[in-house]
């Protein structure tokens, strides 16, 4: 579990006021000191002790310097992260603990093995886009997996679209795909507030992270989901919370779109399912919403997204698609971990969980004619 806390209100649907020129500045001071210190050689190379010390110092500097809230600041120790208010009432993280991950030497390339073809060439079966956030494709192990999907998905008919530079703006344009998967960090977010005026409250929501570096200019673009708590900004780089989905497909605009998330505690953690995220997704219209429970290991989930979608291009329903990749690829990501030689499995398996309408197709059935080759 790698969550944050912080101190403010609860999220609202509005804000209480703007955020004004000078508040944006102030914040873009903050987050290029906050950047300074994430980014440097220096603070990759410390153990998580000294992270936490240079972060802590870092954090008092800021607070006394009036850009961030000092009684705001608070370290999550069981998740290794800091957060804190800026003195506008934005939320910010400060991560001291690299995110879990597991080691690309176990990946195996993806193959066509078990991926039936259709009958027929270039039939269209649909729109979906792969939102792809992870890191910034240049030296990644990662991202060649996820053009071989693009171009594999693409010969079969389904028109599939590779966004390697994820912002904010681009997550309200979901609606215009039958399929969307979000390829990205994610973590909980535990937060703190006066309820009733008299006792602290604390509550906690799953995160999604983008790569996409917050600046002055944006901040004032995004500045209403800002405020409202619908964004957040985690080392400089902003989050989306479930509320954003909420807001963004009010009233059902997300209709008959797929969600396929490979955030780490996307539907929950500890063991815990949290269907906070898979809910605001439904509410907004979403067909189905397929997410995992704890922290993934990323070859299991690419794995599980590779082999589902191209069982649903055969026509299969998500459930069926999602039984087939599961039954190939273990139950939980800890039984492919050990499959595979891994010697030191994380400490808690991570598992998918399907919500919505089970029955789900990727396209109408009989639309298509499929054999199996």
């Known amino acids: 579990m790698s969550p944050v806390s912080a101190f403010?209100?609860?999220?609202?649907?509005?804000?209480?006021?703007?955020?004004?020129?000078?508040?944006?500045?102030?914040?873009?001071?903050?987050?290029?000191?906050?950047?300074?210190?994430?980014?440097?050689?220096e603070y990759a190379a410390m153990s998580q002790e000294e992270r936490q010390a240079a972060a802590a110092a870092q954090l008092e500097?800021?607070?006394?310097?009036?850009?961030?809230?000092?009684?705001?600041?608070?370290?999550?120790?069981?998740?290794?992260?800091?957060?804190?208010?800026?003195?506008?009432?934005?939320?910010?993280g400060l991560t001291v603990a690299d995110y879990d991950d597991d080691s690309e030497q176990l990946a195996l390339p993806l193959t066509e093995e078990g991926a039936d073809m259709l009958a027929g060439t270039n039939s269209y079966l649909g729109n979906a886009m792969i939102y792809y956030a992870f890191d910034d494709t240049v030296n990644s192990t990662r991202y060649p997996n996820y053009v071989y999907m693009q171009s594999y998905w693409n010969e079969l008919g389904l028109q599939t679209d590779l966004d390697s530079e994820v912002t904010v703006r681009d997550l309200r344009h979901m609606d215009d795909y039958d399929l969307c998967i979000l390829s990205a960090h994610g973590l909980y977010y535990t937060y703190t507030y006066n309820y009733l005026f008299f006792w602290e409250k604390s509550e906690t929501a799953p995160v999604v992270i983008l790569m996409e570096e917050s600046n002055l200019w944006k901040d004032l673009s995004y500045a209403v989901d800002l405020l409202c708590h619908r964004v957040i900004k985690i080392d400089g780089k902003y989050s989306v919370l479930p509320s954003f989905f909420r807001s963004a497909y009010s009233g059902g605009k997300l209709e008959g779109t797929i969600v396929f998330s490979e955030a780490c505690e996307f539907m929950g953690v500890e063991n815990h399912v949290d269907f906070t995220m898979g809910d605001a997704l439904l509410q907004g219209g979403a067909e189905a919403v397929i997410g995992y429970v704890n922290t993934v290991y990323t070859i299991y989930s690419r794995n599980l997204v590779w082999d589902t979608v191209n069982q649903m291009i055969m026509g299969k329903t998500?459930?069926?698609?999602?039984?087939?990749?599961?039954?190939?690829?273990?139950?939980?990501?800890?039984?492919?971990?050990?499959?595979?030689?891994?010697?030191?499995?994380?400490r808690v398996a991570a598992y998918p969980v399907l919500g919505g309408n089970w029955d789900a197709t990727l396209y109408?059935?009989?639309?298509?004619?499929?054999?199996?080759?």
């Open 318 to 346: 998500i459930r069926e698609s999602l039984e087939h990749a599961v039954a190939t690829y273990g139950s939980d990501d800890i039984e492919w971990y050990l499959s595979q030689g891994g010697l030191f499995p994380h």
């Open 8 to 41: 403010a209100a609860e999220a609202e649907t509005e804000p209480a006021g703007e955020l004004t020129m000078a508040q944006a500045q102030e914040m873009e001071q903050a987050d290029q000191a906050i950047t300074g210190l994430t980014e440097s050689a």
């Open 364 to 373: 109408p059935t009989g639309d298509v004619t499929i054999d199996a080759a």
């Open 61 to 92: 500097e800021l607070a006394s310097q009036n850009l961030i809230l000092s009684d705001s600041i608070y370290y999550d120790e069981e998740n290794g992260m800091y957060s804190f208010s800026y003195t506008c009432g934005v939320w910010g």
